[in-house]
Structure formats: C-alpha cells, structure tokens
C-alpha cells in the first residue's frame, strides 16, 4: 500500500496562488508516477496533471497548463502542485494519485493510489 496526504489547500482570491504538496509513505515512492485530480461540485473529477517516476515526462490539462507546475522530490517522498494566476473555475477538491504506470494517471480515472484530498477555493 501507499499512503498519500495532501496539504496546502486553502482560500484565495483569484489571481493568487498556492502550493498543495502530497506527502507519501509505504511503498517506494520514487518508482510511482504521481498526479494530481480535481472535482467540483456537480462536475465530474478531472485530470490536472502528472509527472513520471523520474520527473522527466510531465502532462497537464489545457486548463491549467502554464499556470500551474507539477514537480516531485523523490528524496523527500514528496511531490508539489504549484497553482498561480487561480481563477474562482480552480475551486475545486484536490487529489493527489500515484500509479506505477504514468499512462494510467494521465489517460483514466482509476491510478491505484488515491489521497483523501484537499479543499481550494478562489474567490473573485
């Protein structure tokens, strides 16, 4: 098993930013891809984005894409969404995932591991 928790969710007006990291234990983190989900409420989850096991393939929904940064320390166990220029449609549940696989994360919804996920809300 691993276990994954996120943290550094929050309130903050649109144009801000925040950082939610996802600290992960149990298994050998560095060889998991890692990612990251969104859910609002009445919308479906969706994709935000991934980083491979090395952290040398990274993916990104168009809707976030040059707004937000994936990165990962693999010596911390840890990895990191960096979200800037936030707007009141990021406002969302956060979670973060980890799969062996960096193709699982980015094409589906079903990674193995699932944090228990993180509140962001922006106001405008």
């Known amino acids: 098993q691993l276990q994954l928790v996120e943290s550094g969710g929050g309130l903050v007006q649109a144009g801000g930013s925040l950082r939610l990291s996802c600290a992960a234990s149990?298994?050998?983190?560095?060889?998991?891809?890692m990612g990251w989900f969104r859910q609002a409420p009445g919308k479906e989850r969706e994709f935000v984005a991934a980083i491979s096991w090395s952290g040398s393939n990274i993916y990104y929904a168009d809707s976030v894409k040059g707004r937000f940064t994936i990165s990962r320390d693999n010596a911390k166990n840890t990895n990191y969404l960096q979200m800037n220029s936030l707007k009141p449609d990021d406002t969302a549940v956060y979670s973060c995932?980890?799969?062996?696989?960096?193709?699982?994360?980015?094409?589906?919804?079903?990674?193995?591991?699932w944090g228990q996920g993180t509140q962001v809300t922006v106001s405008s």
């Open positions: 995932v980890a799969d062996p696989h960096t193709k699982v994360v980015v094409t589906t919804t079903a990674p193995a591991y």
């Open positions: 149990g298994r050998t983190f560095s060889t998991y891809a």
